[in-house]
């Protein structure tokens, strides 16, 4: 039996505003199962007592029973009357970020964004041809994960899914954004993965600087009937983030 002693890979590091996070029970069980999908947490492990995990991650008990519930529900740990919590790895579980292949480069790490712009454009002509709408819905975000800087990412939505898109509606996960608030399920997508220099937009605490060689992932997001939804651009700093497919 693997017992692990410590907890603190899983804490929080890092506290977003509540009109942009999701609930935080949420936010645990998704940094739970991003840690056991990278290894992190061995199956078998048995995590340690709930009144000392919950403190090691800075939430409540009630907070961290509700997150073990749900990686229960998904299959993902065995919680034993008794005995303890044990993890469990599934190849075919899947959290809110499964379409988030950017890890830290030691493994895991929980994503958060920082909303730089929401803005409602014609889709410029360096953009794919996509969507029923010659507009659409431009977003502009710093990703962290565990709160270090890792990404810049813009996102283009389809205007026809959404005419208007208020800046403090949105959440850190934008398909769970789409699924709740927009009826727009993501059930597939086609990641290009090479090099390209980082934006002239990029903000001051992204460290790469403007214009230097960076990861780059374009993204078309596709809905079930196949149509393109939405497109993205992201650049990561390769010093700290690294992408990661998973095959099931």
């Known amino acids: 039996m693997i017992y692990i002693n410590s907890v603190s890979i899983l804490r929080l ?8 996070a999701l609930p935080k029970y949420l936010q645990t069980a998704e940094l739970l199962i991003r840690e056991i999908a990278a290894g992190r947490l061995a199956d ?15 939430v409540s008990v009630g907070t961290l029973r509700k997150a ?5 529900d998904k299959g993902l740990l065995d919680r034993i009357q008794g005995s303890g919590n044990y993890v469990r790895h599934r190849a075919d579980a899947a959290g809110i970020y499964a379409f988030f292949r950017l890890e830290l480069i030691e493994g895991g790490g ?3 964004a920082d909303l730089l712009s929401v803005d409602r454009l014609e889709k410029p002509s360096d953009l794919p041809a996509f ?6 819905h431009r977003i502009r975000r710093l990703r962290r994960l565990s709160g270090r800087p890792a990404a810049l990412e813009e996102i283009w939505l389809d205007v026809a899914w959404a005419e208007t898109m208020r800046r403090e509606d949105l959440l850190d996960s934008l ?17 290009r993965i090479g090099v ?14 403007p214009g230097t060689p960076a990861g780059f992932i374009e993204r078309w997001g596709r809905t079930n009937e196949g149509a393109i939804a939405e497109f993205s651009r992201t650049w990561f700093d390769p010093t700290v983030a690294r992408y990661i497919a998973r095959m099931r």
């Open 13 to 20: 590091a890092v506290l977003v505003p509540e009109s942009s």
């Open 44 to 58: 078998g492990a048995r995590l340690p007592p709930e009144r000392d995990m919950a403190g090691e991650m800075d």
């Open 68 to 72: 073990l519930n749900d990686l229960a």
């Open 110 to 112: 929980l994503p958060t």
């Open 131 to 136: 969507g029923a709408s010659s507009e659409g």
């Open 175 to 191: 398909y769970y954004y789409y699924r709740t608030r927009l009826g727009l399920w993501i059930a597939r997508a086609e990641d």
């Open 196 to 209: 390209d220099g980082v934006p002239d937009w990029a903000v001051e605490n992204f460290d790469p600087a």
